[in-house]
């Protein structure tokens, strides 16, 4: 129901634009959280946006380098990643932000090099 896309391979202090689209959901009743699993660790809330877009909430560990929207009409959520560190490296599903979960999808890769 949740697929999310656009990882890749990038030097630190880049930037790079994930997309989570939806589909078979009332996607504007939901609110959205993009969550990361890095190797050997646990799955890890990131960032998520209320149903209208109206609220945001950012964990320490992006905030003020990460910005995510959403677009309603077109039913996906957007994460902008910008100054992105060697830690970034993980891989990165987006998800109802709610103890319910979808069916996690299978995630985009995020590698950030050295």
């Known amino acids: 129901q949740l697929q999310a896309s656009g990882g890749g391979l990038v030097q630190a202090g880049g930037s790079l634009s994930l997309s989570c689209a939806a589909s078979?959901?009332?996607?504007?009743?939901?609110?959205i959280g993009w969550f990361r699993q890095a190797p050997g660790k646990e799955r890890e809330g990131v960032t998520c946006?209320?149903?209208?877009?109206?609220?945001?909430y950012y964990s320490d560990s992006v905030k003020g380098r990460f910005t995510i929207s959403r677009d309603n009409g077109k039913k996906t959520v957007n994460l902008q990643m910008d100054t992105l560190k060697l830690e970034d490296t993980a891989v990165y599903y987006c998800?109802?932000?709610?103890?319910?979960?979808?069916?996690w999808g299978q995630g985009t890769q995020v590698t950030v090099s050295s």
């Open positions: 998800n109802r932000d709610s103890v319910v979960k979808f069916l």
């Open positions: 078979g959901l009332s996607f504007d009743d939901y609110a």
């Open positions: 946006i209320s149903s209208s877009g109206s609220g945001r």
